[in-house]
């Protein structure tokens, strides 16, 4: 049985106090999940540190949303994959279509993001997901497989095997427009299936989420599906409640 994975991505938002108030929220709902289920969150990088603190003796994991391609040295304004493992991060965001669309995160790059993290054992957790031109034009199938080609391609079964895979259109993103739970398994299926082409026992056991729109009203159809392993939360995330009923949804099979 996969296990499942509620993850947060707060994006660009929050400080200190937020934390403090966040965690001690949400901690007791989450010791009260059944086995089986991980949540964690994923947190500006400054605020990283305060967050494993709070959390350190609960289930809840750390997730940074960015780290550098570089391992060290000369390169201003990053953060090493080493000084997150340091700083206590359990996974890291790759591939999010903000920063493809935004930062300029190449393949080139987002691999040796994946690398780097792999090389420290933080779990990169690997975004993928069509625009709505390219659902509207047919493309969104071959879109996602050749995104996710990057790393079937590029890396072991053995290290594809410690990566999770977020299926996130880009059109669902922030836009409160979700992809029907039909939609999403549809999707999730495809890329199980291009998996498998690969490995099948990687396609098995590889956590596939959903992101886009996640709320707690439609967080359990979605979560049903037999191939969503869990989901990609962002604006939800940000309310400890919310939240809360969005990890509660999930269930374990
Ligand atoms: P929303 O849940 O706000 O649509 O954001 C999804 C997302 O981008 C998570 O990484």
Redesign the pocket.
């Known amino acids: 049985m996969r296990r499942k994975l509620v993850?947060g991505?707060w994006?660009m938002n929050g400080d200190s106090a937020f934390v403090s108030a966040f965690s001690s929220a949400i901690a007791p709902n989450i010791q009260a999940l059944p086995e089986g289920i991980d949540v964690l969150i994923?947190a500006p990088t400054i605020l990283l540190p305060q967050l494993c603190q709070e959390f350190a003796l609960t289930r809840v994991l750390v997730a940074a949303q960015n780290v550098s391609s570089y391992a060290s040295g000369a390169y201003t304004g990053e953060t090493s994959a080493e000084m997150l493992s340091k700083a206590g991060c359990d996974a890291c965001?790759v591939g999010?279509?903000?920063r493809r669309a935004l930062f300029g995160d190449t393949d080139e790059v987002m691999l040796s993001k994946v690398r780097r993290l792999l090389e420290v054992e933080i779990q990169p957790i690997f975004?993928i997901g069509e625009t709505l031109e390219q659902r509207d034009l047919g493309q969104a199938s071959n879109v996602v497989t050749s995104q996710l080609a990057l790393l079937l391609d590029n890396l072991s079964s053995e290290a594809l095997g410690k990566i999770a895979v977020?299926y996130?259109p880009v059109w669902?993103?922030?836009?409160?427009r979700?992809a029907s739970p039909e939609q999403a398994q549809a999707m999730h299926e495809r890329i199980r299936d291009h998996v498998r082409q690969k490995d099948a026992e990687l396609a098995e056991k590889m956590v596939l989420l959903y992101?886009?729109?996640?709320?707690a009203d439609n967080s359990s159809e979605l979560f049903a599906q037999p191939d969503i392993d869990g989901g990609?939360?962002?604006?939800?995330?940000l309310q400890a409640d919310n939240f809360a009923q969005i990890c509660k949804s999930i269930e374990c099979r």
């Open positions: 993850a991505n994006k994923a965001l999010h279509s903000e975004c977020a996130e669902a993103i922030g836009t409160g979700t992101g886009g729109s996640v709320n990609l939360v962002g604006g939800a995330s």
